[in-house]
């Protein structure tokens, strides 16, 4: 049920029943008035207008909002006049008089305002239910009403105007039926205009079909052209009248105020067919008739002028519509529908036509990538309204910094190219580049109020014998470069990018898969009680040792673990892992000795899946191992990613009694305020500060400061990276907890720590 119809307080179908029931009761009138005893034609006619009149003031309040109601308030208008007319004619039997006198001009008086009225409730209805301007259907429905004028004026009007027996009054109401075609031209173009054909519409073709033909018998009987009574003229307006108050009573009335989509198909036979008969019939009476007087010639041949004109018109508008639409498909293939800006298939031509011009020309193409830093937060913080806005405000700004012959682009989400052309001893590119970094340390002013975000940028040039998909591809990989150097800066191409990026493709292949053969490993390096030198756990780090590669750096396949998302699947069986050997080395131990705990790193990616307490607490479950002997580390800048929701994950881990350790600390954010906030049991000074402790180094305040810090947290401290004695015993004095680094020994497979597990407790 529509909004319309639950204010109606009626479903659809049944207010559709009462316009129904007003055409079958109007039928009935009709049929009685055409076909009934003499004596009951004025009941019949009063009692059919009483109720279209009913049904026209209840219709349109039951089916329309107010100000869709004019329409119909006009129509209403209309019958009042026509109403008028009828009860004069009625009063006075001499105004029906055959042939017409003077005072048949009182009831007509009416009767042309009532047409004008209709008239311009038709031309309301048309133009808010018409899609286009270029819809076709104006041309045909101009069509259709210039046929019917011309054998309007040639079989009806010219007969009349002509006829040496008809007075001037005759003349005139000869005169009626183009009111009519103009009538008809209106009520064609709303049924072409395409949109939804519903009852309402039909009705009203109908009973517009109805007033031509009654105003055609009246004119013909008028001007004594057919011998007929009033009757069938009578009938026809009568039918008139049933027809467009049942319109407005059909719940579907609402679709001729409703401006309504044009639906492109081939033209119908049908209507190919109404189009040819429009243009050959005319011109067929024209050669046929024998030649008149020079005005009927005239009128008839400027009708079939004007109608190979349509024609003609109906072509040509045809025409400029198909290269409009072609035109606007090629824009929306070539430019972005956000922005406007030009995409990658228009960046692409632009640049393999300048690199033709390269050589001969001495140009060098530049190409400046740009994306914007941490963008996805903005759509996440404020929702992709907001950074659709913003896509926007930078899609101007970088237009305002670019000259006319160069190429801004938007290629991908948030990721822009600039293309120039330029000189190869001018420095354009570069200069841009600086230019575009300070641009973006000015805020954007969006709904939400001022936006900075800073822009990572890869420049990339060639003088003209790259292609330019490469050249994209080269300024992209430059752009990485500058984001891995710390965003908000740019950075140039040079071979030795493609090779890195060639090199890091081969380890991303390598690394696919490398679990399930077997190529990763869980090495343990101890965590040792700096004040008794006694074991108190392992961390466990991931090795990978490839057959084509040999051995991997962590901190080269790491990352990209992360970025690919493998790291899920790799850390949740590191954890199974490591939590199965701690167990087994609990065991061999046995109940009496010191307990040992197994330290494992938590990615970024698990901290903000949600499914990462469920993998903990299940691993716990089946191992038997206890919570407290699982040490999950985080890192500063894993935290601060999103700050809330890693809050979430960490009280539910704190639940299960793990502990919570933040590794690399003073690396990051290092903030007091964000760390009293967390549930960690654990600090983890990083190996960069102990390097120079013990012998006056300038990180001793730094590392005093820490211990002093998290313990009155009540935070225990291990320190990473112990390679030397004087280091460790620089931390034992200041009051460090925990050591581990190559002092105590490297990271090994478990089955290379069995002196660990079996080393007795120091005397």
């Known amino acids: 049920m529509t909004t319309a119809d639950a204010l109606a307080g009626r479903p659809g179908p049944v207010r559709a029943r009462w316009a129904w029931g007003h055409v079958a009761v109007g039928l009935t009138l009709v049929a009685i008035y055409g076909f009934g005893p003499v004596p009951w034609q004025s009941p019949v006619m009063a009692l059919g207008i009483v109720l279209g009149m009913v049904a026209l003031s209840v219709g349109p309040t039951r089916n329309l909002a107010p100000a869709d109601r004019l329409p119909y308030r006009l129509v209403r208008a209309a019958a009042g006049l026509f109403i008028v007319a009828t009860i004069i004619r009625a009063v006075v039997p001499s105004t029906m008089a055959t042939p017409p006198t003077a005072i048949a001009l009182i009831p007509n008086s009416f009767v042309v305002p009532a047409y004008l009225c209709l008239g311009y409730a038709f031309l309301v209805l048309l133009r808010r239910r018409r899609a286009a301007d270029d819809d076709p259907a104006r041309v045909d429905a101009v069509l259709v009403g210039l046929a019917a004028a011309f054998v309007t004026w040639t079989f009806v009007i010219s007969p009349a105007v002509y006829s040496a027996d008809l007075s001037a009054l005759q003349v005139l109401d000869a005169l009626f039926p183009i009111i009519d075609v103009v009538m008809l031209i209106l009520v064609a173009q709303l049924m072409l205009a395409g949109g939804v054909r519903q009852a309402a519409l039909w009705l009203m073709i109908v009973a517009a079909a109805c007033m031509f033909v009654g105003d055609l018998l009246f004119t013909l009987r008028d001007a004594q052209l057919i011998d007929i009574s009033q009757t069938p003229s009578n009938a026809a307006f009568l039918l008139m009248f049933v027809l467009i108050p049942a319109a407005s009573l059909h719940p579907s009335t609402r679709t001729l105020v409703q401006p309504q989509k044009?639906?492109?198909?081939?033209?119908?036979?049908?209507?190919?067919?109404?189009?040819?008969?429009?243009?050959?019939?005319?011109?067929?009476?024209?050669?046929?008739?024998?030649?008149?007087?020079?005005?009927?010639?005239?009128?008839?041949?400027?009708?079939?002028?004007?109608?190979?004109?349509?024609?003609?018109?109906?072509?040509?508008?045809?025409?400029?519509?198909?290269?409009?639409?072609?035109?606007?498909?090629?824009?929306?293939?070539?430019?972005?529908?956000?922005?406007?800006?030009?995409?990658?298939?228009?960046?692409?031509?632009?640049?393999?036509?300048?690199?033709?011009?390269?050589?001969?020309?001495?140009?060098?193409?530049?190409?400046?990538?740009?994306?914007?830093?941490?963008?996805?937060?903005?759509?996440?913080?404020?929702?992709?309204?907001?950074?659709?806005?913003?896509?926007?405000?930078?899609?101007?700004?970088?237009?305002?910094?670019?000259?006319?012959?160069?190429?801004?682009?938007?290629?991908?989400?948030?990721?822009f190219v600039i293309a120039l052309a330029s000189a190869s001893h001018e420095r354009l590119a570069e200069s841009l580049a600086d230019r575009l970094l300070v641009e973006f340390a000015r805020p954007f002013r969006l709904s939400v109020g001022e936006v900075v975000v800073s822009a990572s940028i890869g420049v990339a040039k060639s003088a003209g014998g790259a292609h330019a998909l490469e050249l994209i591809r080269d300024a992209d990989t430059a752009m990485y470069k500058a984001k891995g150097a710390g965003r908000n800066a740019y950075a140039m191409f040079d071979t030795s990018l493609r090779e890195q990026i060639r090199d890091r493709v081969k380890l991303e292949q390598a690394l696919r898969g490398a679990l399930d053969r077997g190529e990763l490993a869980v090495h343990f390096q101890p965590i040792v009680d700096i004040v008794t030198d006694e074991l108190d756990g392992f961390e466990a780090l991931m090795r990978?040792?490839?057959?084509?590669?040999?051995?991997?750096?962590?901190?080269?396949?790491?990352?990209?673990?992360?970025?690919?998302?493998?790291?899920?699947?790799?850390?949740?069986?590191?954890?199974?892992?490591?939590?199965?050997?701690?167990?087994?080395?609990?065991?061999?131990?046995?109940?009496?000795?010191?307990?040992?705990?197994?330290?494992?790193?938590?990615?970024?990616?698990?901290?903000?899946?949600?499914?990462?307490?469920?993998?903990?607490?299940?691993?716990?479950?089946?191992?038997?191992?206890?919570?407290?002997?699982?040490?999950?580390?985080?890192?500063?800048?894993?935290?601060?990613?999103?700050?809330?929701?890693?809050?979430?994950?960490l009280n539910a881990l704190h639940a299960l009694g793990v502990t919570l350790c933040i590794d690399d600390f003073g690396t990051g954010y290092s903030s007091l305020s964000y760390l009293h906030r967390l549930p960690v049991g654990i600090v983890k000074i990083d190996r960069s500060f102990i390097d120079d402790v013990g012998a006056a180094g300038a990180n001793e305040p730094i590392v005093r400061a820490v211990l002093a810090m998290t313990h009155a947290m009540g935070h225990r401290v291990v320190a990473e990276g112990v390679e030397t004695e004087v280091q460790r015993d620089w931390l034992r004095a200041q009051g460090c907890d925990l050591v581990q680094g190559w002092f105590y020994g490297k990271a090994e497979r478990a089955e290379d720590l069995t002196s660990w597990i079996e080393r007795p407790v120091p005397a």
């Open 262 to 415: 044009i639906v492109v198909r081939d033209m119908s036979k049908l209507r190919m067919t109404v189009i040819g008969l429009v243009v050959v019939v005319p011109t067929i009476i024209t050669s046929l008739m024998p030649a008149g007087s020079v005005l009927n010639d005239l009128v008839r041949a400027g009708l079939c002028a004007m109608i190979v004109l349509s024609v003609l018109g109906r072509v040509v508008r045809s025409n400029n519509s198909r290269v409009r639409a072609e035109l606007m498909t090629r824009r929306r293939a070539t430019h972005d529908a956000l922005t406007d800006l030009p995409n990658r298939e228009l960046l692409s031509e632009t640049v393999a036509a300048w690199a033709d011009r390269a050589t001969t020309e001495h140009l060098e193409i530049s190409l400046l990538f740009i994306d914007l830093d941490r963008f996805k937060m903005i759509n996440d913080h404020w929702g992709p309204e907001v950074g659709d806005e913003l896509l926007c405000a930078v899609a101007g700004r970088l237009g305002e910094q670019v000259r006319a012959e160069d190429v801004v682009a938007r290629i991908g989400g948030d990721e």
């Open 544 to 649: 990978w040792n490839s057959p084509e590669l040999g051995f991997v750096s962590p901190v080269e396949f790491i990352p990209i673990a992360e970025e690919t998302g493998l790291i899920e699947e790799m850390g949740a069986w590191m954890l199974r892992e490591s939590v199965r050997q701690l167990q087994e080395w609990l065991d061999v131990r046995g109940p009496d000795a010191r307990p040992l705990h197994v330290s494992v790193n938590v990615a970024v990616r698990q901290l903000s899946d949600g499914s990462l307490v469920k993998l903990v607490d299940d691993t716990l479950r089946e191992s038997g191992l206890p919570p407290r002997a699982l040490w999950l580390e985080i890192t500063e800048s894993g935290v601060m990613a999103d700050i809330e929701a890693a809050l979430l994950t």
